[in-house]
């Protein structure tokens, strides 16, 4: 069982921030208190992502994320180790959870931890704070939102209980910066736990979200409409028994219930899951450390409703279907000698799914065993040197498509069946430098398997409307760059660059295979992310950041069909600056905290191109871009915390 939290430093004593203490090769660990140094996150360490090289957003604000060439829906995000659809709400908005209640964030941007499976891109996994020993609080009120978060033990501290809750008001804000573009968000948690004994603990833990992204269209000479960009809700009941297996190790078995509602202004879909885990931790000794589990998913995958407002007919996001995956984990992270440390694992996994309304046998239920080895490695060249290798294999039930981009306006999609696979490797160098800097260069090679291929047309199912979205290969190669210094330091410096290319295959009209390579949908050359703030002292602190990346690639129009091949054209490029002015003051000896926040995200008001209607002789041309926003997030805030 967690231990209870440290008793608060006293007020002149330094603060000191390490980020990533004990991490897993390849993953990076962000603390709450980490983020409190970049802007552009609220003080939020799930935001942090977009700092990283090799997490690309799809646009500016957006939750979802092309991690090193994977399509967006190929990003796993986790609390507590609850698959969830997203970690941060739409538009710069906050965590889907609570601040307060993160205690830290992994990031793998490849070949994570055989823990995390069902998902062929990055993983984002956030971790809860364990129950406190006293009573705590906090609270914020911003111009765009307002939160709380309480908790308390009780039962001579056998027990604890927690809510938190956030409501979003951006649309109040909005109108003074874009008319047209409307944004409302949402979320809560809660959770109560009980000291069976000394070694025992349950608990609940039940959280959702909520986020709504709208703009006004003007259809030429037709009247008007609001369009939703994006919707996402999401629900989870998650019970959990946690014991303590000796002094370092540990066994959990949870039960956990969810809901999920995503769509946009064409069509909603809804997903229904329950699931059983069960998961150990333990440490053989100093230098062996094992993790195993086991889990047994069911999920519901429905269409769902016409979405109100939408123009037209609603089509079918995705199709009725029923899906069962269980599987098996285990990892042995073995610290050979001080300078060696290797981490081999392996997954296994069986997939079975039932397409409904029921397909001829030949298109429906199908059932797929899979094995995925991974394989991490950590090795200290020198004192100042250290190689980092990754290898893994991973494999993802196609299902919902992402929103975002839109690929092209002349294919829609049909049922999606089968897996995705992809195969990640990757080897880095990490470098310490003088002053507390430290420099880190990764190359990385990511094949992809069975991606659905969107621009070619469905194959019919006789007998039935349904056709079969036909698949492709892909693959990504690039190098990321990451420059950093210790965030112990005053003058913290974070600098973080990605070159890569994101390829697939391609069908032409008539062909029955893919023919041709083109540069994916999910593809951006360069992507860089500067950061700077500086500690005053007297609890003054200040940051800004600039954060660019070139346009993704689109399809133009050639005599009202695309042009041939796909993808010839990209959107115009697009950055943005934030900035972050903070003044804390500490009350009660240091146990309590007040502190009056102002920060910006797009603080420059630019508009981000987000697709594109061009015919070829149009390219180049603004008049046939789509541009969303500019979405700015302007911040005054007052922030709170007591013990």
């Not at 069982?1 to 008793?7: K, L, R, T």
């Not at 990490?430 to 420099?439: H, R, T």
Request: net charge negative; with cysteine.
């Amino acid at each position: 069982m967690s231990p209870p939290p440290a008793p608060p430093p006293p007020a002149d004593a330094p603060e000191v921030q390490v980020i990533a203490p004990h991490r897993d090769v390849g993953e990076t660990t962000v603390r709450r208190e980490d983020a409190g140094e970049m802007p552009g996150t609220f003080g939020d360490p799930t935001r942090f992502a977009e700092t990283l090289p090799g997490f690309i957003p799809t646009a500016s604000g957006l939750q979802a994320f092309f991690v090193r060439g994977a399509p967006p829906t190929a990003t796993g995000y986790f609390i507590d180790g609850v698959p969830v659809p997203l970690l941060y709400h739409i538009g710069f908005g906050p965590s889907v959870i609570h601040p307060g209640l993160v205690d830290h964030v992994d990031f793998y941007q490849g070949a994570p931890s055989a823990s995390y499976g069902r998902y062929v891109g990055g993983v984002i996994a956030a971790s809860s704070t364990p129950p406190a020993s006293g009573a705590h609080g906090e609270a914020n009120l911003r111009l765009f939102d307002a939160g709380a978060l309480a908790e308390t033990p009780f039962g001579d501290g056998r027990g604890s209980v927690l809510a938190a809750a956030r409501y979003g008001y951006p649309g109040v804000v909005l109108p003074l910066f874009t008319q047209d573009t409307g944004l409302s968000y949402w979320d809560y948690q809660a959770r109560a736990t009980w000291n069976l004994d000394d070694r025992d603990r349950i608990g609940a833990f039940v959280f959702g979200s909520y986020d709504r992204l709208t703009q006004v269209q003007h259809p030429g000479n037709a009247p008007a409409y609001t369009q939703q960009l994006a919707f996402d809700e999401f629900h989870r009941a998650d019970v959990r028994w946690d014991r303590a297996l000796g002094h370092a190790s540990t066994l959990r078995v949870a039960a956990t219930l969810g809901r999920d509602r995503v769509g946009n202004d064409s069509a909603n879909a809804n997903d229904d899951s329950v699931r059983l885990r069960t998961e150990l931790d333990t440490r053989a000794s100093d230098a062996i450390r094992v993790r195993a589990g086991a889990d047994a998913q069911l999920d519901a995958l429905r269409p769902g409703s016409t979405p109100e407002g939408a123009r037209g007919i609603a089509l079918a996001l995705v199709p009725s279907r029923d899906a069962v995956v269980m599987g098996a984990y285990g990892d042995v992270s073995w610290r050979i000698s001080p300078r060696v440390e290797i981490t081999p694992g392996l997954r296994a996994d069986v997939y079975s799914t039932e397409n409904l309304p029921a397909l001829p046998a030949a298109t429906n239920g199908t059932t797929t065993p899979v094995l995925e080895p991974r394989l991490a490695a950590r090795v200290r060249v020198a004192q100042w040197l250290t190689s980092v290798s990754t290898f893994g294999i991973s494999h993802q039930l196609l299902g919902i498509p992402a929103q975002y981009p839109a690929t092209t306006p002349y294919i829609q999609p049909g049922v999606q069946q089968g897996l995705m696979t992809s195969v990640q490797t990757s080897q880095g160098l990490e470098l310490g430098l003088p002053a507390s800097f430290s420099l880190g260069v990764t190359g990385f090679l990511h094949d992809y398997i069975g991606l659905p291929d969107v621009t070619a047309p469905c194959s019919p199912v006789a007998g039935t409307n349904e056709c079969i979205t036909p698949q492709a290969n892909g693959r990504a190669l690039g190098m990321e760059v990451l420059l950093r210094r210790s965030f112990a330091e005053r003058f913290t410096l974070w600098i973080s660059y990605t070159l890569s290319q994101s390829t697939r295959q391609a069908r032409l009209p008539g062909d029955a295979e893919p023919t041709v390579t083109i540069l994916s949908e999910y593809d951006r050359t360069h992507v860089v992310s500067a950061v700077a703030s500086y500690d005053f002292g007297r609890g003054w602190k200040a940051g800004t950041r600039v954060f660019a990346y070139s346009g993704r690639p689109y399809t133009p129009s050639y005599r009202g069909g695309p042009s041939l091949p796909y993808d010839t054209a990209r959107l115009p490029a697009f950055w943005r600056l934030d900035a972050r002015l903070e003044k804390s003051w500490l009350l009660r000896g240091g146990r309590d905290r007040i502190t009056v926040v102002l920060e910006g995200i797009n603080v420059t008001l630019n508009q981000e191109a987000i697709d594109a209607h061009c015919d070829v002789s149009q390219v180049g041309s603004s008049s046939c871009i789509d541009t969303l926003g500019p979405i700015t997030i302007p911040s005054i805030g007052v922030e709170g915390s007591f013990r």
